[in-house]
């Protein structure tokens, strides 16, 4: 699967959802990880590289609301021989501080 396709799907949950009008990052969504932080290839929507095994990525679409604040959540994803591994799997509930 080209990466830009995962970028598809990212932006179309985005779209339909009720993040839809502070989405901050339309055709991007993250990342490649390695020995760096941020490398190439990044997740966007020109990007055709295609996902192998190996490929270790960060997922991290952002919203931001003017006068409120931003929101970026990261998973990082293994590429699989079969699909994908979170390696930085997260409590998805909401936590009150």
Request: hydrophobic fraction near 40%.
């Amino acid at each position: 699967m080209p990466i830009k396709e995962v970028v598809k799907v990212v932006d179309d949950f985005m779209d339909n959802s009720k993040f839809s009008e502070i989405n901050v990052y339309k055709n991007w969504c993250g990342h490649s990880i390695g020995v760096g932080v941020h490398e190439f290839p990044m997740l966007d929507s020109k990007t055709d590289t295609i996902l192998q095994p190996g490929m270790t990525f960060a997922i991290e679409p952002y919203i931001y609301e003017y006068g409120v604040g931003s929101l970026g959540i990261e998973e990082n994803i293994l590429v699989t021989e079969t699909g994908c591994e979170i390696l930085t799997p997260s409590n998805s509930e909401l936590m009150i501080l």
